[in-house]
Structure formats: C-alpha cells, structure tokens
C-alpha cells in the first residue's frame, strides 16, 4: 500500500503517515482514517483543499482540464499578493481530485 506522509504544521508536531488505497483520491483516504484536510467543493472548482507535493509528485494521478484550470487560478491569485513565494516553483494538486499511485510527501499550503 502507498503511504502519504503529511507535514507537521509546526515544530511542536509530528509528521502523520497514512497507508492508503492505491489509485484512491487523497482527500477521501486521510478524510476516511480521520485527518479532514481543509476543502470546499470537493469537485475540483475552488482550490481550498490545495496542498504541496513534497516528495513523490510523479506518484500521482496526471492532472485532469478542471484540477489544472484551478491551479492556475491558484498560482495568478497568489502572484497577485505578497504569497507569490509560497507557489512560484511549486507542485501544487488539489487532494479532493489527485489520486495516489504511490508513496507521496505533502503539506497543506495556506
Ligand atoms: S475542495 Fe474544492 S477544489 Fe478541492
């Protein structure tokens, strides 16, 4: 089974690591072993459940029209404010659309 390692928000935390279902969407495995990650439509349109892909981005799913569109969006709205620097360079997915192929380290972008 892949494992997706989450970020510690800060010092005082512990990373989290989850075994999840292969080719599932990250969202619905850590959501269904107890850690809701921060969302909104769940359909891919308004980019609240971003995260960062630390390590494994070639483990996931390829992006899709809808998830690449909102990304972008993402990006110019973040470029638009004094935040460009936490996407410039960035792999960022959204975990409600990305589906796990492998093991994967990510961080929930703000
Ligand atoms: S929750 Fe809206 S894009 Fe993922």
């Given at each position: 089974m892949p494992t997706v390692l989450v970020q510690a928000k800060s010092p005082n935390e512990n990373e989290q690591k989850f075994?999840?279902?292969q080719g599932q969407i990250i969202f619905d495995e850590l959501e269904r072993q107890g850690?809701?990650?921060p969302h909104g439509c769940l359909a891919g349109s308004c980019g609240s459940c971003r995260i960062e892909i630390l390590e494994g981005a070639e483990k996931l799913s390829p992006l899709g029209a809808v998830e690449a569109?909102?990304?972008?969006s993402i990006k110019k709205t973040y470029c638009e404010t004094d935040?460009?620097?936490l996407v410039i360079n960035k792999?960022?997915?959204l975990s409600?659309?990305?589906k796990v192929l492998g093991d994967i380290k990510i961080s929930v972008l703000k």
């Open positions: 075994e999840v279902e850690l809701v990650l569109d909102t990304i972008d935040r460009a620097e792999n960022i997915r409600c659309r990305a």
